[in-house]
């Protein structure tokens, strides 16, 4: 992303505005969650006293009728408006967040319980660390989270990540603020933070994968005034450049707690490869109240793009074709264009002390239209490839989501429960009206010639009205019930109805047609060693339907008589939270998948559907997040991921697709802090992704690979006002790397070295 925000410089504020800071300073820092996005701490200012001087002996009537006067005038300073102190306890943050401090959001659990007070892995990739990084998408940034590697992003226009060892595109485990979106790219200018809950997520999330949800955390309305412009330019090789841009305006509305954001994006860059363009819009306008006891919450985000359908290169053989990495097998019409639109509302009512109601709901709509011309073989040897020539046209994915829970806690027996209780409701919809297939001539790898053919027209009446509907209605119930000071018991259990139809052609036929209901159960412990350290263990599961949009042998229709996958897992591991400084998670953990659609050939000849296929995933990790020392910080991740399919006519044994046995990241920081002129900070770090399998037959690997980054920023000021100036260089190296496969024909290429340079004024 482009848009930059430095330090703020506490200087510039009122001198009991300062007075507040040093004061949140410590309430703030160490608060295990900061609740920086709802309501505002209390802040009280004393004023001292001032002591009485003894009275002189002498002319001391006058004097002291001098004197009165005076002490009569002397008054305490003014207590501090909602502004300023919005605009301290902002400070603080600042100074946390540009440490790498990783501050979860309440929605990704729920609640805002210190992730030290929870049985799951959640990790965060920091507001700073996508400011320091600018990442392109969603998976550059979860390039920083352990286990975790690209799958299927659908040419490049979707948000697609493996999380230990299982997910999908379009799979439901995207999330904006605790909901789920449906729009391709979810990582906007409009996103501070990245999270990701590790694990099956059914219980707080529904229908899911068990690897996993990402939640990404929207920029929020601030009480005091200030914003920022910044512009950005950016270069690859062979004259492929780019430029974008971004304003981000916060402020009060009158005195009585209301706030206003918006943000504004534009970018047109030129594709790395040998053709194409990428042009976006973003408008994204938010209004905020923050009452003593209820804030509410309205945001809207409208965005327009146009992006290269790139389906990458091929294997042949096992290795990769002996072109340039820049040279697409495509035509220049090959580009994806629509439009998405998301609107979300919450309200969080304090009832008192010890309870909380939170009630939200989302809608989220995406349109677009695609030319997807597709290779379907290659010789390697002559260089001839056949294509077809193939689009899609009036797309429709919308996803509307309402929850309402009571977050609170009371006291049995002398033990404390927290407890959370709710239910939610979600109506999913993925259409696409019109699918192309059109034969076209075929093409030289190595003599192309473009723009001989124009883009397909022929409607496909049997691949077309692919429509995928599922509706879910849930109520759900946890509690964390502390036997001692140190140890706690969390169970939960949530039921769910839901019901799934999916098919296509015309006339329509559904090749998926369930209605179910189930309860899910969760268990864990948790150990608290410390303040700074606890060791927790927990039990989950998770759900997906089976469900399928093309026609499977023999007509058979998946019904509520074919079982459902279902995740079990056991995670066990520590975290810790050094001083408020260093943070992190070791875990380990163990899921089972099992009712895995399988088509095997019977003694009749006959082909047969069955839930007899089964994965599983095992694996470690360690992610830690923060501040080293007063000028170093970091990011790092390590991932083991041992995904294997365990059952299976065809593909037991086999490594599961696009999952690599290892993973590892480290980004550090060096911030020179006042020892110059401006304020200069050095970043860089590398990501290393191990081989992976390229297809699920394990036919083809994809070779590991390591890309490394850097950065630099230096902060100056301009007729008063902060400039920040930023260098951003993205594999560094020009490393030619595979990042995912869907096929040996369909093999993403890693972007080449891009170059950025960016001016941010502050005001």
Known sequence: MTKMEGRRDPRSGMCHTIAILSALTADLLCSSTVHAQSELPPVTVDSSTPKRKPQATSGAPQRRAQ??????????????????RAAAEA??????????????????????????????????????????????????ALANISGVTQTNTLAGTQDAVMRRGFGDNRDGSIMRNGMPLVQGRSLTA?????????????????????????????????????????????????DKTGADGTVDVTGPIGDGGLAYRFIGYGVSEDYWRNFGRH???LVAPSLAWYGDMTTVQLTYEHREFISPFDRGTAFVNGAPLAIPATRRLDEPYNNMWGQSDLVQASVEQRLNEDWKLTAAYSYNTETYSANQLRITSIDATTGAETRSNDGTWGSLSRVSYGTSYLQGGFWIGGMRNEVLVGGDAQYRTIYRQDLIRQKVSTFNIYNPVYGLIQPGTTISATDSDQTDKLGTYSLFLQDTLHLTDKLALVGGVRYMDYEQIAGRGRPFKANTDVAADKVLPLGGAILKLSDQLSLYASYTQSLKPNSTIAPL?????????????????????FKFDLDKRLSGTVAVYDIAKRNVLVSQTNASNVVEYTTAGKARSRGAELDVTGKLSDHWSMIGSYGYTDARVTEDPVYAGKRLQNVALDTASL????????????????????????????????SFVLPSFVVADLFATYETRHQNLPVIYQLNVKNLFDNVYYPSAVSALNVAVGDARRVSLSATVKF
């Open 667 to 698: 980004y550090l920081v060096y911030d020179f802090g006042t020892a110059l002129p401006g304020q200069l900070r050095l970043g860089g770090g590398a990501r290393y992704v191990g081989d992976r399998a390229g297809d699920a037959a394990n």
């Open 553 to 573: 042998s023999g007509g058979v229709v998946l019904g509520s008589s074919i079982a459902p996958e279902e995740g079990t897992a056991w995670e066990a591991g």
């Open 67 to 84: 004197a009165q006067p005076a002490r009569r005038a002397a008054q305490p300073p003014p207590m501090p408006t909602r502004a300023e």
């Open 190 to 238: 409009a996103v501070e933070s990245v999270e990701v809950l590790k694990g099956p997520a059914s219980l707080l999330y529904g229908i899911m994968d068990p690897g996993g949800i990402v939640n990404t955390i929207s920029k929020r309305p601030e009480l005091y005034q200030h914003g920022s412009v910044t512009l950005l330019g950016s270069a690859y090789a062979n």
């Open 279 to 281: 042009r976006e819009m």
């Open 91 to 140: 400070a603080v943050l600042d100074a946390a967040k540009l440490n790498y401090r990783a501050m979860p959001s309440a929605t990704t659990l729920r609640s805002g319980a210190s992730p030290l007070d929870a049985a799951q892995s959640v990790n965060v990739v920091p507001a700073q660390v996508i400011k320091d990084q600018l990442p392109r998408n969603l998976d550059d």
